[in-house]
T-cell receptor, first 114, second 115 residues
Framework: EAQVTQNPRYLITVTGKKLTVTCSQN?????MSWYRQDPGLGLRQIYY???????DKGDVPEGYKVSRKEKRNFPLILESPSPNQTSLYFC?????????????FGPGTRLTVT | AQTVTQSQPEMSVQEAETVTLSCTYD???????LFWYKQPPSRQMILVIR??????QNATENRFSVNFQKAAKSFSLKISDSQLGDAAMYFC????????????FGKGTRLSVIA
């Protein structure tokens, strides 16, 4: 089954404790992306990657890092989480081709930073 | 910067009735794609329908159809014969057909379906 997986699905952590949210896709997609969803703001892009070792900032990259060492994986790293990073996070992947192809979304990760 | 506006934070519809969700967008591009995504309580993002800007014909998917007005930069979603399972948050989104462009989302419309 074609899918995007994220782990963990739920995470409660404390300010300053480094964490990683993993994302993996089994569709051989070149394009991968991270979004955060906040009430009243919709989804906003954090980082994206066009292919292995190629990453770039989205609209809200501050406080986040990413890496793309393998085509299927695109982890999101919070080096020093803060309460304003409490949010619902989505990973997505798609074929290249700009806007033509559907983005497939993971199930989401609910992060709470206290 | 491209923006997507959903002016209705919440909507409700009687079961079996028709409802229209509004979306407008701001862009200077001519080649782009528009999408409606559904987010049920499970939080999964599900693509409902997609429209290519260079196609004049409105997209349809079963009970879901769009009214795409390119000159007015409007992209509304019509849900016919509403069902209880249609209750969800609906997001309008836009993506330029060029380069490494992101999917730009509106803030969403929460749809309730009344039995």
């Amino acid at each position: 089954e074609a899918q995007v997986t994220q782990n963990p699905r739920y995470l409660i952590t404390v300010t300053g404790k480094k964490l990683t949210v993993t994302c993996s896709q089994n569709m051989n997609h070149e394009y991968m992306s991270w979004y955060r969803q906040d009430p009243g703001l919709g989804l906003r892009q954090i980082y994206y990657s066009m292919n292995v070792e190629v990453t770039d900032k989205g609209d809200v990259p501050e406080g986040y890092k990413v890496s793309r060492k393998e085509k299927r994986n695109f982890p999101l790293i919070l080096e020093s989480p803060s309460p304003n990073q409490t949010s619902l996070y989505f990973c997505a992947s798609s074929r290249p081709g700009q806007g033509k192809y559907e983005q497939y979304f993971g199930p989401g990760t609910r992060l709470t930073v206290t | 910067a491209q923006t997507v506006t959903q002016s209705q934070p919440e909507m409700s519809v009687q079961e079996a009735e028709t409802v229209t969700l509004s979306c407008t967008y701001d862009t200077s591009e001519s080649d782009y794609y528009l999408f409606w995504y559904k987010q049920p309580p499970s939080r999964q993002m599900i693509l409902v329908i997609r429209q290519e800007a260079y196609k004049q014909q409105n997209a349809t998917e079963n009970r879901f159809s769009v009214n795409f007005q390119k000159a007015a930069k409007s992209f509304s979603l019509k849900i016919s014969d509403s069902q209880l399972g249609d209750a969800a948050m609906y997001f309008c989104a836009y993506r330029i057909n060029s380069g490494n462009t992101p999917l730009v989302f509106g803030k969403g419309t929460r749809l309730s379906v009344i039995a």
